[in-house]
């Protein structure tokens, strides 16, 4: 995995040295070992661009050839990881590019390897399909009911291939799924890599009318989360805080 991401000097040569998709695959080369790659990233990092490149080349480098896409909605997947201006479709070359069937939630590649697109709403459409590898898009905005039960399903599928793997892209919030994720990552057994990035360090790549915007966001809660990627609190964010309540000791009878 490492060899293909040393290979991108296409992409390379049209970012800029800092430029977080290649930061972040820099980073993903020092450790091998991963199954599950969390990337916690503020608005407009590159989030999506990292996860649609990583398929192209895992698909590309023949390293997995079913392929899971999964997306807060249906929409979500075919609105911005399929047909997005960073999606695979309009970031791919002529001729790596993918054949798209809408009907049938499908990419085909010309070497033959296949990607399906799955709605987070609809945790069974995983139960049946294997795969070898899987994208999972807006994490934090999946349905708090069926996310558990979604990314359960997801797991179960990714039994194809040497090494299946999972890259999760998303804005950070406090469901219990996605703390447990960050937890996991806190101790290598667990094989889960976390990357995290905020919304200032793709500057160069985004619309300075949109960065003087955020401003106003700037030491909320919500700028914490959505610039600066942070994981916020569940208490914190709520407008009663357990904080502001002093525990007093029972009287005596």
Known sequence: WCTVFSQLEDIEQQVKARDP????????????????????????FGKTRLGVEWVKYIVENKLASRIAIVAPTS????DVIVE??????????????????????RLTWPNGALATTYSAQEPDRLRGPQHDACLADE????????????WDMLQFGLRLGKNPRCVVTTTPKPTLL??????MAKDDNNHVLLTTGSTYENKSNLAAPFMRQ??????????????????????????????WFKQWPAREK
């Open 75 to 78: 929409a979500d997947a075919r």
């Open 84 to 105: 997005g201006e960073s999606g695979i479709m309009a970031t791919s070359p002529n001729w790596n590019r993918p054949t798209y069937e809408p009907s049938k939630r």
């Open 139 to 150: 994490l934090a905005g999946w349905e708090v009911i069926t996310q558990q039960e979604t």
């Open 178 to 183: 996605i703390q447990n994720l960050v937890n």
């Open 21 to 44: 998709v290649v930061l972040a695959a820099r980073q993903l080369c020092r450790r091998q070992s991963w199954l599950t790659w969390v990337v916690l990233s503020g608005r407009g």
């Open 214 to 243: 955020i401003v106003q966001y700037e030491g909320t809660n919500l700028g914490r989360q959505e610039i600066y990627a942070e994981l916020i609190d569940i208490e914190e964010s709520g407008i009663v805080k357990r904080a």
